[in-house]
């Protein structure tokens, strides 16, 4: 008897550590590792910090340096005539944010512009509330550097309140993907 009721405690241990045991082997001891992200954008790994630099909106006046701390920070780069692409960029950044219902006040907008900074009048009239900074001179170009050449003119990018440069969505794909990113960003976050 005592025999049959050890065996039975023995088979029930194994059943709750046997898929214990298999999954750390599995994750630990093989090649084999899940799917590493299920971010829509590319996310950078580390976090790439971004250098201060003395910036000027697009008013001329001096912007101030903590300008991605605080909050968190869809950035565009582009030039400051704002061809086609770079107003379906800002439309495309302005809906995220908006889709964000209550938690869009943790998030701002920032067009850096790289060159011929800006036509204030379509940006006052159509994105009111975003921050725009003359990025053409010298002092900016190390902060402009930091953000991948790569597609830069068709990319928001995502800076978290830290002041780091945490993700790069291409504007091309749905918007849907970057709302889905930036809640869960959100979300995940205590900071901004």
Known sequence: MRKRNLRTVGLLAALFFLPLIASFYMYYGSAWRPVASTAHGELYQPARPLPPAELRDAKGQVAPVNVFNEKWALVYVGGGACDDVCKSSLYFMRQTRLSLNNEMTRVNRVFLATSACCDNEFLDREHAGLLSLDASGPEAASLVAAF????????????????????????????KGLLDDLKKLLKLSHIG
């Open 148 to 175: 991948p050449a790569a597609d830069r003119e068709r990319s928001l990018y995502v800076v978290d309140p830290l002041g780091n440069l945490v993700m790069r969505y291409d504007t091309r794909d749905t918007p």
